[in-house]
Each structure stands twice: as structure tokens, then as C-alpha cells.
């Protein structure tokens, strides 16, 4: 049953990106684009966390239409 929900780890990347990388990310220095770097980083994580998201529904449609997610 768990090797059938892999797909589920796509889930794991928002919480990385927003909760496990801040510790590293957490900087003003580098400048990107007049923005500091952790709110690039911050932005970039909520354009990925959508993806990531359909990733893992997508996976999981696909089990439910062959009848093994249930």
C-alpha cells in the first residue's frame, strides 16, 4: 500500500521549502532583483507549492480511476 502512494511525497517539498529551509534562507544579503533574498525565496515557494500540490492529486486521481486507492 505505501509504494502505491509514493506520489504523496510531492507534499513534502512546500513544507521544505517554507518551513525547512528558512533556517539558511533567513537573510538580507544577497539581493535579488532590490528584493531581499528571503522574500524571493518566500515567493518562489508559493509558485512551486501549487505544482507540487497537482503533482500529488494527479498521482492520486490516477489510482482512484484504477480502482486501487480504495
Known sequence: MFRS???LLWL???FV???GA???VNRVDPVVLGLPF???WTL???VVTPFAVWL???GDRRLTRNG???
Open 56 to 58: 500529488a492529486w494527479r
Open 17 to 19: 521549502l517554507f518551513l
Open 5 to 7: 502512494r509514493l506520489h
Open 12 to 14: 513534502l517539498i512546500p
Open 44 to 46: 518562489g515557494a508559493t
Open 68 to 70: 486501487e486507492g480504495e
Open 38 to 40: 528571503f522574500f524571493v
Open 22 to 24: 528558512v533556517p539558511w
